[in-house]
């Protein structure tokens, strides 16, 4: 995900570029008017006061590019930031960063509509990998994936608890010949074979273990019960498939 900021040259900075437009009877810039600033971006659109508020285009130098509303020379309200990788974002901005509701497309097309705060996902929202078409509803904290959630693959989906990006807990795979697989995520530690023997080497492993087949029935999150692990299996060998996890 790229982030780029505006440069801010205040009177007391000296040179404050090239301008041409509307004024104030303070001489501030104030009206309809275009500048080039120092750094070699250049900004068209509304001032007031001698900052940009109001409808502008904001071009950087590295061909980013910024149209939408400001305020005190921060990008706030809605807008389209266009990235020098070829990601966007469109929606909400708020005191120059993205905030509330906004889609945003990633260099390889994956997508996220939802809520935003502090640049973050965050909130409910929808992301889509366009390679293999699944998608991600649900919850997020500060850009993962958090508490419940539903991955929707091709031809059955994921409904359960997640953690730090990860399923977490009981959750069950739908399936569409009609039935469920009831079960939970557990971490359960895996060691490493090729450790020294003085070497203790530890990693954490995520597995599915089933517990009931049934007919379809309405999803209700819940909360992680205590487990001792038995019955293990793996997403694929329970023929479900870990979520994958989306583009940062």
């Given amino acids: 995900m790229s982030d ?23 001489g501030e810039r104030h009206g309809v008017g275009r500048a080039v600033l120092p750094n070699g971006d250049t900004y068209q659109g509304m001032y007031e006061n001698g900052k940009r508020s109001g409808q502008g285009t904001y071009r950087f130098k590295n061909g ?8 005190q020379n921060l990008k706030h309200g809605q807008g389209i930031f266009y990235y020098p990788d070829g990601s966007k974002y469109e929606g909400s901005w708020v005191n120059d960063q993205r905030q509330g509701h906004g889609l945003y497309t990633y260099p390889n097309q994956d997508t996220y509509e939802g809520e935003w705060l502090h640049h973050q996902r965050n909130g409910q929202g929808i992301y889509h990998y366009n390679d293999t078409g699944s998608r991600y509803m649900g919850t997020w904290v500060m850009g993962k994936i958090e508490s419940a959630g539903e991955f929707i693959h091709l031809n ?19 399936f569409e010949i009609g039935c469920e697989q009831h079960g939970e995520y557990l971490q359960v530690d895996q060691d490493r074979g090729d450790a020294e023997e003085d070497e203790i080497v530890s990693t954490m492993a ?5 517990k009931a087949v049934t007919g379809l029935s309405l999803w209700t999150p819940a909360k992680d019960p205590s487990s001792d692990g038995e019955g293990l299996a793996s997403a694929d060998e329970k023929g479900g498939s870990k979520p994958p996890t989306p583009e940062t």
């Avoid at 780029?4 to 303070?26: H, I, K, T």
């Avoid at 995520?206 to 089933?210: A, E, I, R, V």
């Fill in 4 to 26: 780029v900021g505006s440069e801010d040259f205040d009177d007391d900075q000296g040179y404050l570029g090239e301008y041409e437009g509307d004024r104030n009877e303070a």
């Fill in 64 to 71: 980013a590019r910024y149209i939408g509303e400001y305020y």
């Fill in 156 to 174: 059955h989906r994921y409904q359960g608890n997640f953690l730090n990006n990860n399923p977490s807990g009981p959750g069950k795979y739908v």
């Fill in 206 to 210: 995520l597995k599915w273990k089933p």
